[in-house]
């Protein structure tokens, strides 16, 4: 089992940047896949991007391909989301998740989540 918290959300103006961070504790990460999730009100939950941290596989939605960039730090078991170019689309509470095993891009895939961090993007 894992506990992850993240973190660095909040309001930018249309083409702003925001760097979310999500802490992962409990466990080691070595075996687990984790992942980015975004959710806006009424909405289910849209894969955004992840990372194998066994075999360093990075997976980007369609949507943010070029904009996003995923990364960990081992030494801090922390996984990172740079979100440049940012657009009123890409608002919503972002959720940290976790598997152990193989990236999967639907949540139904992973049973651990963080408690999420809200972006908000103005116009």
């Known amino acids: 089992q894992v506990e992850l918290v993240e973190s660095g959300g909040g309001l930018v103006q249309t083409g702003g940047s925001l760097r979310l961070s999500c802490a992962a504790s409990?466990?080691?990460?070595?075996?687990?896949?984790m992942a980015w999730f975004r959710q806006a009100p009424g909405k289910e939950r849209k894969f955004i991007a992840a990372?194998?941290?066994?075999?360093?596989?990075?997976v980007y939605a369609d949507s943010v391909k070029g904009r996003f960039s995923i990364s960990a730090d081992n030494a801090k078991n922390t996984m990172y989301l740079q979100m440049n170019s940012l657009i009123p689309n890409d608002a919503g509470v972002y959720l940290c998740?976790?598997?152990?095993?193989?990236?999967?891009?639907?949540?139904?895939?992973?049973?651990?989540w963080g408690q999420g961090t809200q972006v908000t993007v103005s116009s």
């Open positions: 990372i194998d941290w066994s075999t360093g596989e990075l």
């Open positions: 998740a976790a598997r152990l095993d193989v990236i999967r891009t639907t949540a139904l895939e992973y049973p651990y």
């Open positions: 409990g466990t080691t990460v070595s075996k687990y896949a």
